[in-house]
């Protein structure tokens, strides 16, 4: 037993459609060639009238034939429709689909994109903290070389000053004579060469 419900899903569909007016076409043709016998037999009841009877039935049924014709060709033409329409829809369908596959293989790339800019930026991050902390020990260099500078500077300005002092000293007044002067000389005998400087001694002694 055929489902109602199947039935009329395949009589709502557009292939579906033209099959149910097919159907729809032979039935009437059926009926319309029923009616035509019995006109036909009609006719054929009354010999006197049959010309003009046969004349008027001549011209319904080219004016049917021409309506026949005419939704012949409606048909055919609602039939290609109706398959440019499923040719349509199944390129609309293609089209969804390659463009879901496209979208999706954007969306791999750009996260391939992503992944590697995210990596050379963590690189990038390492080597600007590497650089930083050399810097900063190049700083701590610096200060401990500017501190050693300073002490070096300060030492040697403190040994220019003594130097300078003495240098002074030997430049006074008598500064020569004084250092040509031997604390208590002696003669090679021993005897000191300033007499009474020994006989204080002894006094003294």
């Not at 130097?163 to 430049?171: G, I, N």
């Not at 008598?174 to 604390?183: D, P, R, S």
């Amino acid at each position: 037993m055929v489902n109602g419900g199947a039935l009329d899903r395949t009589f709502t569909e557009p292939m579906g459609e033209m099959k149910l007016a097919n159907i729809k076409a032979i039935a009437a043709n059926l009926h319309l060639d029923a009616h035509r016998q019995c006109f036909e037999l009609f006719i054929n009841a009354f010999s006197t009238y049959r010309p003009l009877l046969q004349r008027i039935k001549a011209q319904f049924d080219a004016a049917l034939d021409d309506a026949l014709k005419s939704e012949q060709h409606n048909i055919e033409l609602r039939q290609q429709l109706v398959q440019a329409e499923t040719t349509t829809l199944k390129a609309v369908e293609a089209a969804r689909v390659e463009a879901a596959a496209a979208a999706a293989e954007s969306k791999t790339e750009l996260q391939r994109r992503l992944t590697l800019a995210e990596e050379r930026i963590a690189k990038a991050e390492a080597r600007t903290k590497s650089a930083q902390e050399e810097a900063k020990a190049a700083v701590d260099s610096m200060k401990v070389a500017v501190s050693e500078a300073k002490a070096a500077k300060e030492a040697t300005k403190s040994l220019k000053a003594k130097m300078l002092a003495e240098a002074s000293w030997s430049q006074r007044p008598n500064g020569e004579a004084t250092k040509a002067i031997l604390v208590n000389p002696r003669r090679g005998d021993g005897q000191p060469v300033v007499e009474g400087e020994d006989d204080g001694a002894e006094k003294e002694a």
